[in-house]
């Protein structure tokens, strides 16, 4: 019986660990605003804020930080300068909990490339 005991018991804490641990999951939201900037939300798949998050740009090639700052108290940065590169954002709560996706890319129009007008000739 006081075998019995001890696993379940074991077993248990295993469980509510293990729920503990999922349901704080990392989520992060990039928008391209169409301005040259992006919107960057983060936060945690219980509903908590990721308020005072550290969010990095890193250059996807070399992994060189471009920028680094925090999320404001609503857990979001609603205009941050795209780089010229490709590049990462990074949404770092720690160990375990570090999200990384692809940056929106400059568009040629936000990078100041002019396009050239095509000329359509009538037959």
Same mark, same amino acid.
């Given at each position: 019986?006081?075998?019995? %005991?001890?696993?379940?018991?074991?077993? #248990? @804490? =295993? =469980? =509510?660990? %293990?729920?503990?641990?999922? &349901?704080?999951?990392?989520?992060?939201?990039?928008?391209?605003? /169409?301005?040259?900037?992006? $919107?960057?939300?983060?936060?945690? +798949?219980?509903? +908590? +804020?990721?308020? /005072?998050?550290?969010? #990095? #740009?890193?250059?996807?090639?070399?992994?060189? %930080?471009?920028?680094?700052?925090?999320?404001? %108290? @609503?857990?979001?940065?609603? &205009?941050?300068?795209?780089?010229?590169?490709? $590049? =990462?954002?990074?949404?770092?709560?720690?160990?375990?909990?570090?999200?990384?996706?692809? /940056?929106?890319? #400059? @568009?040629? &129009?936000? &990078?100041?490339?002019?396009?050239?007008?095509? +000329?359509?000739?009538?037959?």
């Amino acid at each position: 019986m006081k075998k019995f %005991v001890i696993c379940f018991i074991s077993g #248990l @804490s =295993l =469980l =509510l660990l %293990v729920g503990r641990v999922y &349901a704080h999951t990392p989520i992060m939201f990039i928008e391209d605003n /169409g301005d040259g900037t992006i $919107y960057v939300e983060g936060g945690f +798949s219980d509903g +908590s +804020s990721g308020a /005072g998050v550290k969010i #990095l #740009l890193k250059e996807k090639a070399t992994g060189k %930080v471009l920028w680094q700052g925090k999320l404001n %108290v @609503s857990g979001c940065i609603e &205009a941050l300068k795209k780089p010229n590169v490709p $590049y =990462l954002v990074v949404f770092d709560a720690g160990p375990g909990h570090v999200v990384e996706k692809e /940056g929106p890319p #400059l @568009s040629p &129009a936000e &990078a100041g490339v002019k396009e050239e007008k095509k +000329s359509v000739e009538k037959p």
